[in-house]
């Protein structure tokens, strides 16, 4: 299929699946309103950088090579639980409905929140190493 491993795209068709719940069930919890910080997409956003940065650093840095962890859990699971196009439709939403300053809040807290995360969880993985 494509001239991929069809076991790499089961791998991310898998963590996929499961990303895209755990989003859609938060976005069911906490629905978003353009007159909010909108959590759902933030929470995953953050949560989803924090893993992309986990796993990457651990995958590459600390386990054998593997044909299915990452696309299993960075291309699969954390692709599937992020969401940036959301998180553009619920900025633009935001300024129609004239909340300027939440809109830009919510972009510049995104953006530094989530390079904050990666770099938190690859010191973090980098430190356990050390001390192994």
């Not at 007159?35 to 929470?43: E, G, K, L, S, V």
Request: charged fraction near 15%; aromatic fraction near 10%.
């Amino acid at each position: 299929m494509f001239g991929h491993d069809n076991r790499e795209l089961a791998a991310i068709f898998v963590g996929g699946a499961v990303g895209t719940l755990a989003r859609a069930g938060l976005a069911t919890l906490l629905a978003s309103d353009p007159a909010r910080w909108p959590w759902a997409t933030f929470i995953v956003n953050i949560v989803g950088a924090f893993l992309v940065g986990y796993f990457t650093t651990r995958l590459l840095e600390r386990l054998p090579l593997s044909s299915y962890r990452r696309p299993l859990l960075g291309t699969g699971l954390c692709g599937g639980l992020t969401t940036f196009s959301t998180m553009q439709v619920e900025t633009l939403k935001m300024i129609e409905h004239h909340h300027y300053a939440l809109a830009a809040a919510y972009t510049v807290v995104s953006l530094v929140a989530g390079l904050l995360a990666v770099y938190l969880a690859t010191a973090l993985v980098r430190q356990v190493r050390i001390r192994a």
